[in-house]
């Protein structure tokens, strides 16, 4: 939805922007996008821009989603969900704020600020981000903070088994983590490719969360084809469908379809397979004014 400076291949610059604020449309009007996936209540994201500067107010779902990072649940809240299609629950917000420095036909540098707010915990968190585009390549790297709850739960680490000791209130959850990720990629007429790295860092596992995105998009006519992969290593469990049990594996494939398609300047509509990480198949709707 709209131009972005980085991450070019990815679905939507909502879904680029709430990972890294420079990724924010600049395009002159308001923008207002919808996903939905049956049995779950649809995500919104509004963008705006003065053609300089551009805003994103995002209800979030990109955590446990194929785009975004990989936030702690239980065994046994995890697999629940999965048994039941739906999708990580996350009362999170997200605002991005991002302003083109400079821009020719050959070199372009945007850089944002963004602030996530967790109703669930009543926090709110800062991150910033940057973007560049050189010729036919681009790139992207941001830092944000956030912060998850896990409630009412007796969570035991799902490498030890033991208890965890940390931050509990009234048997909850709580901890604050940080996220770093840095894209690359280029464009050659109307093919995208790009290649991502998102890294969080939790007291609730040993070691750091790590995902690798590669993504491409193809334009054709009022078409859009966009394909990625998805590699994951963290201590989170892996659901197979058909199991009676989760996979204790680091090491998670998945992969990503979409097609969209433009009915004229002002609509795009799309259907999505596992955007949200449930084999599932979900639909947006995108509006420009």
Request: charged share 25%; net charge negative; aromatic share 16%.
């Amino acid at each position: 939805m709209g131009r972005r400076s980085s991450a070019q291949s990815l679905p939507s610059t909502s879904t680029a922007a709430q990972f890294n604020p420079a990724n924010v449309s600049h395009d002159r009007g308001l923008g207002v996008e919808a996903m939905y996936q049956p049995g779950n209540n649809p995500s919104l994201s509004f963008v705006t821009g003065t053609g300089k500067v551009g805003a994103a107010l995002v209800s979030s779902k990109i955590e446990n989603a194929f785009f975004g990072n990989s936030v702690p649940e239980t065994e046994d809240m995890y697999f629940d969900r999965r048994e039941e299609d739906q999708q990580y629950k996350s009362d999170k917000y997200t605002f991005a704020l991002g302003a083109g420095l400079f821009k020719n036909r050959h070199f372009g540098l945007d850089v944002g600020l963004m602030g996530k707010y967790n109703s669930e915990t009543k926090h709110a968190h800062p991150g910033a981000g940057l973007s560049m585009r050189l010729w036919i390549f681009t790139l992207g790297g941001a830092y944000y903070q956030d912060d998850f709850r896990l409630k009412n739960t007796d969570a035991t680490n799902p490498r030890t088994d033991e208890l965890y000791s940390v931050e509990w209130e009234d048997q909850d959850y709580q901890e604050r983590f940080s996220v770093q990720n840095f894209f690359v990629g280029m464009k050659v007429k109307s093919l995208f490719l790009d290649a991502g790295v998102i890294k969080s860092n939790y007291k609730f596992y040993e070691d750091d969360t790590v995902i690798k995105i590669y993504s491409a998009s193809y334009i054709w006519r009022n078409f859009m084809l966009n394909v990625a992969q998805r590699l994951e290593t963290s201590d989170s469990w892996r659901y197979e469908s058909g199991e009676d049990d989760l996979i204790d594996e680091r090491e998670k494939k998945e992969t990503y379809g979409g097609l969209q398609y433009s009915f004229n300047k002002h609509f795009v509509a799309g259907i999505h397979y596992n955007y949200y990480l449930l084999r599932e198949y979900a639909l947006s709707l995108a509006a420009f004014f």
